[in-house]
């Protein structure tokens, strides 16, 4: 399974973005698909992510992106996408995204076995 992650950048607070994951390889209706980020000098944390066995969505346990961020699926096989909107500058960060093998859903970064790069998100005046 491989992963490549784009779409980041510089923008104003209050300005979206949408970042897009394309999921190449063999993955498992019950593979769950994430979006981690990890900000400068802090651990990777769980933004949102797509079930295994179903698909639905789930956020974050924290108010952190709830409301603002949301995920889906692309209507292209194997994209996922992160819409990110009302960014602030604590949304800085380098996003991920992962899959985690016959997972329903995890927000634990050891659970996720297969990872891109990251894509960079500033958000700055």
């Known amino acids: 399974v491989q992963l490549q992650a784009s779409g980041g950048g510089l923008v104003q607070p209050g300005d979206s973005l949408r970042l897009s994951c394309a999921v190449s390889?063999?993955?498992?209706?019950?593979?769950?698909i994430a979006w981690f980020r990890q900000a400068p000098g802090k651990e990777r944390e769980f933004v949102a992510g797509?079930?295994?066995?179903?698909?639905?969505?789930?956020?974050a346990d924290s108010d952190s992106v709830r409301g603002r961020f949301t995920v889906s699926r692309g209507s292209t096989k194997g994209t996922v996408y992160l819409q990110m909107n009302s960014l602030k500058p604590e949304d800085t960060a380098v996003y991920y995204c992962?899959?985690?093998?016959?997972?329903?859903?995890?927000?634990?970064?050891?659970?996720?076995?297969?990872w891109g790069q990251g894509t960079l998100v500033t958000v700055s005046s």
């Open positions: 992962a899959v985690a093998r016959k997972v329903s859903r995890s927000q634990v970064p050891g659970r996720y076995s297969y």
């Open positions: 390889g063999r993955t498992l209706s019950d593979d769950a």
């Open positions: 797509l079930s295994g066995s179903g698909g639905s969505r789930y956020y």
